[in-house]
């Protein structure tokens, strides 16, 4: 079955630098969108980042547009979040999440918003001084 699993999140400041991987197996990486979510306390689930299923590219959410790099590697079965320049609003439980969108059809910038179907249990960023 699925597994997501993250890790690398810790407590930073503000201008520092993290990188969250994500350990996937149970499925073929590169034939599915894989993502990375956050949620920040007291908001709704946000969309950070996907690399699309269907040619690899990558799509950003505004707010970390410029600041924070996706990536992914086949060989190791392993997505990262590469994250600079973190703010206090960075902050969050910071989820990967996938979904076979060959399958589903949908494309990166819906899964952004609406979420995929297999999700990790996440891993804590907090930026603070």
């Known amino acids: 079955q699925v597994q997501l699993v993250e890790s690398g999140g810790g407590l930073v400041q503000p201008g520092d630098s993290l990188r969250l991987s994500c350990a996937a197996s149970?499925?073929?990486?590169?034939?599915?969108?894989v993502g990375w979510f956050r949620q920040r306390s007291g908001d709704w689930r946000e969309g950070v980042s996907c690399?699309?299923?269907?040619?690899?590219?990558?799509q950003y959410g505004n707010p970390v547009a410029g600041r924070f790099t996706m990536s992914r590697d086949s060989t190791k079965g392993a997505v990262y979040l590469q994250m600079s320049d973190l703010k206090p609003e960075d902050t969050g439980i910071y989820y990967c999440a996938a979904e076979d969108s060959l399958f589903t059809g949908r494309a990166c910038s819906r899964l952004l918003r609406d979420g995929m179907d297999y999700w990790g249990k996440g891993t804590l960023v907090t930026v603070s001084s």
């Open positions: 149970g499925f073929t990486l590169d034939r599915y969108a």
């Open positions: 690399i699309a299923a269907t040619d690899g590219s990558i």
